[in-house]
């Protein structure tokens, strides 16, 4: 049987070349970076590397304005408690955010509302992307930061990001993007785009899981969430994880450098699975068709649950999921979709397929062949498909 993997918004595998290029520095160069000897200045000099080449990619004006972390979560927490912790004492306790965001900014916001920060969550409409004037229209004397993803992770609407830190360096707030799921698919840049802080992960674009960085812009006020030693410039403690760093800053550069061609080849292959699937009836597309990544597909079939559908998929040898990670196993429908404005019935139906560059036409073509049946054969089974057909025919 065909093997599909389509869950690569939830993790991928790492690039063989990125892996080669990590292996020295656990066997080799396992050295100290911050220790006097040849092996830990040669780490030393390698986590440098990794910092430039990450700097560059991300159109950051100084290497140093990069810090490596264990990854997402990290640096979302980091850029939302840090820049709040910090800003407090001048009577800042506003934050602006999505509906939509990972729930390692929206668990974040909700721990700081907790502490008495006041948090506005934008409404992101049907098409799942924020109104740059909602962002305006929502900035107080009071507001500390903007923390508005760059792509999300479930329905892969990309954000109007450069409008947004356009706004917020007009009114002098700071701006941070969790860009977990954009870096490597969306050209970005720091700079031109006003962003302050930047979120990122290797593991989402082929490269190490537990490794990631925050970009900061220099100046901007931080206070520090992990303590300890000196390292990152006494700015994040802990011994620096120098195979990842290595392995992240390679797995950007290879995402960078086969971008265009990539993107090209997946869009097209989106693109048609997308107009088949919407062959079947009430089935819809979540999220705005244009403005996504394009890796991903984000589907709700009216009348089945999603779990069934998944696990379907599963023994027909594809591997998608139900939208995010984090809520597969509890019934929960996802807050995007309700986001989006979904009734909960409908958003359980739902399906997310997330490719990488292996994908091939015959692959889509084999989805695309699977999934009319399977949801057919769920919807047989259906109590509230029958009900959903009953009342098509005392309309009609
Ligand atoms: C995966 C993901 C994260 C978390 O990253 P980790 O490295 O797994 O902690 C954060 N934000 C988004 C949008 C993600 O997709």
């Known amino acids: 049987m065909r093997k599909i993997y389509a869950d690569n918004a939830a993790t991928t595998a790492i690039s063989k070349t990125v892996l080669e290029k990590m292996l020295p520095y656990f066997t080799e160069v396992y050295g100290n970076p911050s220790s006097l000897y040849q092996v830990g200045g040669e780490a030393k000099k390698a986590l440098e590397n990794a910092r430039e080449s990450i700097a560059k990619n991300l159109g950051a004006a100084h290497a140093n304005e990069i810090y490596f972390t264990s990854g997402g979560s990290e640096s979302d927490n ?39 920060f006041e948090v506005t969550y ?41 409008e947004i830190g356009a706004i917020c360096k007009k ?19 720091v700079a031109d785009e006003n962003i302050d802080l930047l979120s990122m992960t290797a593991h989402k674009i082929h490269g190490p899981k537990g490794c990631g960085c ?38 950007l550069q290879e995402a960078v450098d086969t971008m265009d061609e990539r993107n090209k080849k ?3 292959l989106r693109n048609k699975l997308i107009d088949s699937l919407l062959k079947i009836e009430r089935s819809r597309l979540n999220g705005d068709k244009e403005k996504r990544l394009p890796n991903n597909i984000n589907m709700c079939f009216e009348g089945i649950e999603g779990e069934s559908l998944l696990l379907k998929l599963d023994l027909n040898g ?9 809520t597969s196993g509890s019934l929960d429908p996802s807050h995007v979709l309700l986001a989006l404005g979904l009734p909960h019935e409908i958003a359980h139906g739902s399906m997310r397929l997330s490719f ?30 029958e009900k959903i057909k009953a009342e098509e025919k005392k309309e009609a």
């Open 266 to 268: 997946l869009t097209q």
């Open 122 to 162: 934008l409404d992101v409409y049907e098409n799942g992307i924020v109104k740059p004037e909602d962002v305006e229209n929502a900035i107080r004397e009071d507001t500390a930061l903007v923390t508005i993803m760059y792509a999300n992770n479930e329905i892969g609407t990309i954000q109007p990001v450069a």
């Open 214 to 251: 925050l970009y900061i812009r220099r100046g901007v006020r931080i206070n520090i969430l992990i303590e300890g030693g000196a390292q990152e410039r006494g700015k994040r403690a802990g011994t620096e994880n120098v195979a990842g760093a290595v392995g992240l800053a390679a797995a």
């Open 318 to 326: 594809i591997s998608a999921s139900s939208g995010s990670a984090c």
């Open 78 to 116: 980091w850029a939302i408690k840090g820049v709040c912790y910090a800003l407090k004492a001048k009577g800042k306790k506003h934050i602006i955010t999505s509906k939509i965001e990972h729930h390692a900014v929206l668990h974040t916001c909700a721990a700081l509302e907790k502490e008495g």
């Open 171 to 189: 009114h002098n707030v700071l701006f941070h993007t969790d860009a977990v799921q954009a870096a490597g698919y969306v050209k970005i840049n």
């Open 356 to 385: 990488s560059e292996d994908i091939t036409e015959e692959d889509i073509d084999y989805i695309a062949e699977t999934v009319p049946g399977i949801v057919d054969y769920l919807r047989n089974m259906s109590p509230l498909w």
